[in-house]
């Protein structure tokens, strides 16, 4: 395949995969929105929560897929894309307007990776880590984690930071299990894919605690830590262990990195708060990815007119009189 069409495709994969995760986690927040506080059995029972499962799982498949035709300077910053899809998503189910803050986070953002790809275009990966760079790999992160996740302030930050991180190595090493198993030049299952696959495992299912727990503190920041630490950590991987280059010499590298800037940029607008909105509601893009009961309010079709009038009343009266009412 040339190196032209493989990065088509593995671009293409890409974006299908963040428009399947935007999806599901659209889904998953309106159930919630729905049915807050339901137990884990009542949510199994629900087929909309499958089939919220089955988006997430399609959406990994994906993004699998794209490693195998794709380097990791192309692929992992494309997550980001992720955001950029639940915007319209997210504003079409709750039923108003993309803001102009999100249209500038979305423009900003599509910039920046445009930028990036431009520079980071390459062949289909063939080089994979070998069991030593595995292991340093992931004993250095294990490190930086550690150091990351100690007690201390700004815990919301550096748990978002250590997300990203272990999510980043987590695609580089499954880029390592998909080539390595799919060369036909050994066994599928060999002791290097095999090792190199539970290391995946718990690099993912750190990278979704730690993510979980810089949550619990606010999540516009956060988000955005984790949304660029993990092509960050990824890409350092890829540049320096995986023969992965920037084209155009000291011009591509700036423009790289001037795209990087751009979309990160464009990544902290989609991931805050909405300004001058008068509502203490959290961003639509941050609530939509947060898949915590109550981060955003009942879809208005839930609401009988009547009783949105008499909500409405109530908190209007507990202004004037002083007390407070529960959001």
């Not at 660029?228 to 423009?255: D, K, W």
């Not at 009961?293 to 909500?311: D, I, N, W």
Request: charged share 10%; hydrophobic share 50%; glycine share 12%.
């Amino acid at each position: 395949m040339s190196a032209g069409y493989a990065t088509l495709v593995a671009v293409g994969l890409s974006l299908l995969s963040a428009v399947a995760y935007a999806a599901a986690a659209v889904a998953q927040e309106r159930l919630a929105s729905r049915a807050p506080g339901s137990g884990v059995a009542r949510m199994l029972r629900r087929s909309a929560w499958w089939a919220s499962v089955g988006l997430n799982a399609g959406a990994a498949l994906l993004h699998v897929v794209a490693l195998k035709y794709g380097p990791l300077t192309v692929v992992q910053p494309l997550g980001a894309l992720t955001l950029v899809a639940a915007v319209p998503m997210g504003a079409r189910v709750a039923g108003r307007r993309v803001s102009a803050a999100e249209w500038r986070g979305t423009a900003c953002t599509l910039a920046g990776l445009a930028a990036i790809l431009v520079t980071a275009s390459g062949t289909s990966p063939e080089e994979v880590l070998s069991a030593p760079e595995a292991l340093a790999v992931a004993g250095a992160t294990a490190a930086v984690i550690g150091l990351l996740a100690r007690p201390g302030a700004r815990p919301g930050l550096r748990h978002a930071g250590a997300s990203g991180f272990a999510s980043g190595v987590a695609s580089a090493l499954t880029q390592t299990v998909t080539v390595a198993a799919t060369d036909r030049s050994g066994p599928v299952l060999s002791v290097q894919v095999i090792g190199v696959a539970l290391l995946v495992a718990a690099f993912s299912t750190a990278g979704l605690l730690l993510s979980q727990t810089a949550y619990r503190g606010g999540l516009g920041a956060p988000l955005a830590v984790v949304t660029l630490a993990n092509p960050l950590a990824a890409a350092v991987i890829g540049l320096s262990l995986l023969g992965e280059r920037l084209e155009g010499g000291p011009t591509g590298v700036l423009l790289a990195a001037a795209g990087a800037g751009l979309a990160g940029w464009g990544v902290v607008l989609l991931s805050r708060a909405t300004p001058g909105t008068g509502s203490e509601e959290e961003h639509p893009v941050a609530a939509v990815l947060a898949l915590e009961p109550g981060t955003a309010s009942p879809e208005p079709a839930l609401l009988p007119r009547a009783t949105r009038t008499r909500t409405s009343r109530r908190r209007h009266s507990a202004r004037g009189t002083g007390h407070l009412t529960r959001l």
